[in-house]
């Protein structure tokens, strides 16, 4: 035990060593951890559309054959939830003047028999660019199933699908 003449110059010590400058290790580690430059992740949205589940590396257009009536996922690839706040806007354009529509059904679409019990609502088409209204909460990884439906059948002919979103 230290004799109270030893700890007043202890405490001496330590306060003008604070007083000119020097630190104790203990805040001076403090200090250095609080002074690094943490990594901070930035919230990233994306909707891709993919004829498999898309990762969060999928990117880029989908080109899919006109010859029949295709499925496609529109998946939300990023790091952060879609909502009604943000707007999708998909643009479809075919080769040789081609017609066709990318569906969406208000139920579970049955590819099997290319059917859907519910509403088809156009989301895009050959003439037309459209927005997508986002089906409620549309959480990273999520995805909606599509139809892409050629007008007339055109074996020879694609349809290029690009997908943006804002909000």
């Known amino acids: 035990m230290r004799s109270p003449r030893s700890r007043a110059a202890l405490v001496a010590v330590v306060v003008l060593g604070l007083a000119l400058g020097a ?11 609080a002074a690094k ?3 901070v992740s930035t919230p990233r949205w994306s909707v ?5 589940v898309a990762s969060s590396s999928s990117s880029g ?10 499925f496609v996922s529109a998946s939300n690839n990023g790091s952060t939830p879609i909502d009604g706040a943000y707007t999708v806007r998909f643009v479809a354009t075919a080769t ?6 990318v569906q969406q059904c208000s139920a579970t679409w049955s590819e099997s028999t290319n059917t859907c019990p519910g509403t088809i609502t156009v989301v895009a088409s050959t003439t037309a660019a459209a927005t997508w209204t986002v089906p409620g ?6 995805g909606v199933r599509l139809r892409i439906h050629p007008v007339v ?9 690009s997908v943006a979103v804002t909000n």
Not at 25 to 33: E, Y
Not at 48 to 52: R, S
Not at 96 to 101: D, I, K, N
């Open 153 to 161: 059948s055109a074996p020879q002919e694609t349809l290029r699908l």
């Open 23 to 33: 630190e104790p290790a203990a805040v001076a580690s403090v200090r250095a951890t």
């Open 137 to 142: 909460y549309f959480p990273p990884g999520s």
């Open 48 to 52: 891709v559309a993919t004829t498999a």
């Open 61 to 70: 257009p989908l080109t899919v054959s006109l010859a029949a009536d295709s």
């Open 37 to 39: 430059a943490s990594a």
């Open 96 to 101: 040789g003047g081609a017609a066709a529509e």
